[in-house]
């Protein structure tokens, strides 16, 4: 039985070595490659250097024959700046109505509730072409020009389905007895929810904030069919770059997008930890 054991063990400590390994290989060879000197292959190691990093910040870099095109640091920087619009005003519209219909549904009694509790589901398992092509048509028949706007519409259809399931989770594990006790203590239903409700319930809206933030950064099929000419986002721009060869700048690229990613969500468990 011992030995028994220990190769259970041991099976089970290769598989997720095996297992994190296939996840996190690409990831580190993405950083790894985001500093090879190498502008034409960026699969072969030629040297560690930081030019892409200077181009993607603006800095002066010496181009060699062997480098093929660097596009403007400025479309990048246009990118960006539309992607954390969008990802900013996205996130605080989904996240007061998701957690407003989250406790309409959970405090409140009225018909079909269910029916509407699994119509908020219905944004997440949708594919994401069929929303982005329904989105478009949606657009174009209302003649609304495609913009910023437009890209901030589309994604609030589908977060604030992600905010709805995080936040609901955190009401569902209240203890609704606090608000009764509230009541019977004289505080008025504006502040039971400010001093009760609120206070226990914040974690989850922090981390359902935090989950639409990255989605709508991170998104590239809805806003690729519901973008205009001016409103490019950051993963469109990367996702042109790779329709015209793989460079090395994507590499840079994602490795900051991979850092700015880990500093969110280290910043959204520590909130969190706070909280509880």
Not at 87 to 107: C, D, K, N, P, Q
Request: charged share 15%; proline share 3%.
């Amino acid at each position: 039985m011992r030995f028994l054991k220990r190769f259970k063990f041991n099976v089970l400590s290769i598989y997720g070595f095996f297992f994190f390994a296939f996840i996190y290989a690409p990831i580190l060879l993405i950083v790894m490659f985001s500093f090879n000197a190498n502008p034409v292959n960026m699969m072969i190691w030629d040297g560690f250097t930081l030019d892409w990093y200077r181009t993607i910040f603006g800095f002066s870099k010496k181009l060699t024959e062997s480098a093929l095109y660097l596009d403007s640091t400025n479309q990048l920087y246009d990118a960006v700046k539309n992607s954390l619009l969008i990802a900013s005003t996205t996130t605080m519209i989904a996240t007061v109505f998701g957690t407003a219909i989250a406790l309409a549904v959970a405090r409140f009694r009225f018909r079909l509730k269910g029916f509407y509790r699994a119509l908020m589901f219905l944004p997440m398992i949708m594919p994401d072409i069929i929303l982005g092509i329904a989105l478009l048509i949606f657009f174009v028949n209302v003649k609304i020009e495609l913009s910023v706007f437009t890209i901030v519409i589309g994604h609030c259809t589908f977060l604030i389905s992600y905010v709805f399931i995080v936040v609901s989770a955190r009401i569902a594990d209240m203890d609704e007895t606090l608000e009764e006790a509230s009541a019977d203590l004289g505080a008025n239903g504006w502040q039971t929810f400010y001093r009760v409700t609120m206070p226990v319930i914040l974690p989850g809206i922090v981390g359902g904030a935090l989950l639409a933030f990255i989605i709508s950064m991170d998104d590239l099929v809805i806003t690729y069919f519901i973008s205009g000419v001016d409103s490019t986002t950051l993963p469109v721009f990367i996702y042109g770059m790779l329709r015209r060869g793989i460079k090395p700048e994507i590499n840079a690229i994602a490795a900051i997008i991979l850092l700015s990613s880990m500093i969110i969500a280290t910043v959204g468990l520590y909130i969190r930890s706070r909280k509880n």
